[in-house]
């Protein structure tokens, strides 16, 4: 980045808000009271620009709604929504964009007011650095299942979890934790190299293999299989894991509002968001599922992989390794900021990077023990890290070859080492088990 645009994400480091028109503060007025359907949908349609595309895919989720949730999204959701938009422009909070590391936390009040102008279209794009769009527009007009998703956390929010916070950390490489913390007696690397990497002699830990989603472990981290920009394609047509992960659990769209697009050495933690929905299917076979909310203490870590689609075999290289150990190292290696409880939490995670971007999966789990290793601070911890199988009959033999590699190669330097020989003539587990 040169210096003129790092002076314009400078100036741009808090959050821009929209300036609304006196016709769109009339419109979302008039919604502040309850509105029959025939009146309400040319309010949103006009508060969305008028699109050419009608907003069918609102209009087909609310007539999938019972008749209690349907009366209950005009009299009261609608109202409330159009209510609380108008408050968060009138009195704009002050917050800072996560364009580096930091933190920042935002009530669920605050949440829901943002996605509530995002549902109205009315948000502006903040940086060409940030994703966009950054409105629910495209999905009210093409998306009927996200649709009914995004209905469902609207209706069903609930005003006593409103002061309750939901927390973004952005976190990048930093030597006195990353390296002071986790390789104690390699004080002399200020980078995490080949050098370093080839001679960590931490022990290889096991990794546990379930049948269950990603998210349907509780009280962990759940790894988000996420796009450089935070959220990939959950704003329009993108219905893969990043996304659904997001679409299930609303409130974790702050975070494609708040955070500028990842490096390579950084990733985001998400705290504390609530799953909304349920859902069956994936891709353009996902549907949306009624379910009760629940906090199930989810926690979301934004992890994002190299995409390989173009060049499968590039990811063979050591740079390439290297970069993907990084990656998913400071990933699993948390915050200082967390309480000891919290970064002994169970790291939930499965085949990433292993789908659209084509990453191959055998080499992406032996990256993931490698950086899961590494992440244990001493031998004591009692950390885990959880794979799941997305009911995958191959992964599911996984289990004792990976046995078979830990006992063999024993520690992470040795397993770095013997990975970089790789050759494309055999399957990653095929090289790794079989080599003399």
Request: aromatic content about 12%; some cysteine.
């Amino acid at each position: 980045m040169d210096q003129r645009d790092q002076n314009n994400l400078n100036n741009q480091s808090f959050y821009k808000y929209p300036k609304l028109s006196k016709q769109q503060t009339d419109y979302l007025s008039l919604l502040c009271s309850p509105k029959d359907s025939y009146s309400a949908y040319p309010i949103i349609e006009f508060l969305n620009n008028n699109p050419k595309k009608h907003l069918e895919a609102l209009q087909s989720a609310i007539s999938s709604l019972n008749k209690n949730d349907q009366y209950e999204l005009f009299q009261n959701t609608l109202p409330k929504m159009a209510q609380y938009s108008l408050e968060l422009v009138e009195n704009s909070p002050k917050k800072q964009l996560l364009i580096s590391k930091g933190t920042i936390q935002f009530t669920r009040k605050e949440i829901y007011q943002f996605l509530s102008l995002a549902f109205f279209g009315l948000l502006i794009a903040q940086h060409d650095q940030f994703p966009d769009p950054c409105n629910l527009t495209y999905i009210l007009q093409d998306s009927i299942e996200k649709a009914k998703c995004y209905l469902h956390y609207f209706i069903n929010a609930r005003e006593e979890q409103e002061n309750e916070l939901v927390t973004l950390e952005r976190i990048s490489f930093n030597k006195n934790y990353h390296i002071d913390h986790f390789f104690p007696n390699q004080k002399t690397n200020s980078i995490l190299d080949l050098e370093l990497w080839s001679n960590c002699n931490k022990s290889l830990k096991n990794i546990e293999f379930c049948d269950q989603y990603i998210e349907e472990q509780e009280n962990s981290f759940l790894v988000d299989f996420a796009n450089k920009y935070v959220g990939g394609g959950v704003l329009d047509y993108g219905c893969v894991q990043e996304e659904i992960l997001f679409t299930i659990m609303p409130e974790n769209i702050i975070a494609v509002l708040f955070c500028k697009v990842l490096e390579d050495d950084e990733v985001v933690l998400i705290k504390n968001s609530i799953r909304y929905s349920d859902y069956k299917g994936y891709g353009y076979s996902f549907q949306f599922v009624k379910r009760e909310p629940k906090n199930l203490n989810q926690n979301i870590l934004v992890l994002d992989a190299q995409d390989y689609s173009y060049d499968s075999l590039k990811q063979y290289q050591p740079n390439e390794i290297l970069r993907e150990i990084n990656k998913s190292f400071i990933g699993f290696s948390l915050s200082q900021q967390l309480s000891n409880e919290e970064f002994l939490l169970p790291i939930s995670t499965g085949k990433w990077g292993c789908g659209v971007f084509e990453g191959d999966c055998e080499l992406k789990i032996i990256i993931q023990l490698i950086a899961f290793s590494a992440s244990i601070a001493n031998e004591d911890q009692q950390r885990k890290m959880i794979f799941s199988t997305f009911k995958d009959k191959k992964t599911n033999q996984y289990q004792k070859v990976l046995d078979d590699i830990i006992k063999k190669y024993k520690s992470v330097g040795n397993l770095f080492q013997q990975l970089l020989k790789m050759s494309k003539k055999y399957r990653v587990f095929e090289f790794l088990v079989n080599k003399q």
